[in-house]
């Protein structure tokens, strides 16, 4: 994996995603509606999801309820959250799943293959946390324009698919001067606009290729239409823009790409600025954790307050919570298996409560050393928010 490159800052940003969105006839959800309580009928390429589990921003984004996220490692596929920045392609895609293919570029021996012929190439499955680059955004004072996610634009998911690695030992390697893995997505483009304003290209560096995956099955059934079936591009401990779904192309390439989505999209920049090549962009993930029960009420006496943490590019080593707001924390316990570097882990700390209101709260560290922030700065898009004080709860326990 590259070097994390000051964790506090390094940011994806899809700028313009809302833009995007609507010139691919994204259908939004009335805020008004939304507080009202009006009930909204899912897209049908979403409609097998377990829909009181989700908040339906829009047509295009899907958040797991807090309370829904609940105390396992894996994230259910019918309660992962969903962020696309263009409407997904037809569900024709998936009638022959290994007739699609995927060019390889950029290596010795540069070619098109089926997914049949990837599947001769190796298989691994790994777990990593899927998330958006504006989970958080909502916690942002300035109100930074796009989906106001708060904790539920994430997820822990088992990708299954062949290695990019082992995909390019078969083709001869990478060629030298190669500096990114560029990878393009198979979604429509809408006709009479410059495809670089629109597609979905995202270039990473080099080194991010040795973990990377091109995945075909996600917990352990064929990948779904809604998260880039029939295959989607696994990039762990990144940002989930750098994940392409419908993955059509992966190229080896010496600049990062030109599309609008990499230039000024998802990178990290003061509000009120524009987005330009020279700002830092949403690549590795930085080191988060919230608690998901309880999130509003409990009874009083032993409570068994619960979360998930992660580590980010670095695996979490420990977790502590705080039920007075961050003035005295104890350190949490680890619940279930350790799932390895990219996953997150749930935990849990017995605490007896007496009746009263407790501002609960989480920090986790990892095995680079870095710690949750209390407070995490402004920035124009909202991304990347981990800090603790914003992702806390009140609860009431009578």
Known sequence: MTEVIDSRRRKLLVGGAASVVAVAGAAAISPRALAAGEKKSFPSYVAWKE???????????????????GASVITPTDRLFVRNNLPAPDESILADRDAWQVTIQGTKQSRTLSLAELKTLGVETVATVLQCSGNGRAFFDHKASGTPWQVGAAGCVLWTGVPVRKVVEALGGVEKGAKFMTSTG????????????????RSVPLAAMENALLAWEM??????????????LIVPGYYGVNNIKYVKQVAFTER?????????GYRMRPVGE?????????????????????????????????????GGAHAVKS???????????????????????????????????????????????????STQPEEFPENERGYGHNGWRRHAVEVTVA
Not at 186 to 201: A, F, I, R, T
Not at 222 to 232: F, K, M, S, V
Not at 336 to 341: E, K, T, V
């Open 256 to 264: 990062e790409t030109d599309a609008k989505i990499q230039t000024s």
């Open 51 to 69: 829909q009181d589990s989700l908040i339906l921003h829009s047509a295009q984004t899907l958040e797991t309820k807090r309370e829904a996220i």
């Open 274 to 310: 524009k987005g330009a090549p020279d700002q830092l962009s949403m690549w590795e993930m930085n080191v988060k954790s919230w608690v998901t029960s309880p999130v509003t009420s409990a009874a009083a006496g032993r409570v068994q307050i619960q979360g998930v943490a992660f």
């Open 186 to 201: 198979g979604e429509v483009l809408p006709q009479g606009l410059d495809p670089k304003s629109l597609v979905v290209e």
């Open 319 to 369: 977790v502590e919570v705080s039920i007075d707001g961050g003035r005295s924390w104890r350190k949490a316990r680890f619940v279930g298996p350790d799932l390895g570097q990219f996953a997150w882990r749930p935990f849990v700390l017995e605490a007896e409560l007496k009746p009263g209101t407790y501002t609960i709260a989480s920090r986790a560290t990892n095995t680079k050393g």
């Open 219 to 232: 917990n352990g059934e064929p990948l779904p239409l809604a998260h880039g079936g029939p295959l989607r």
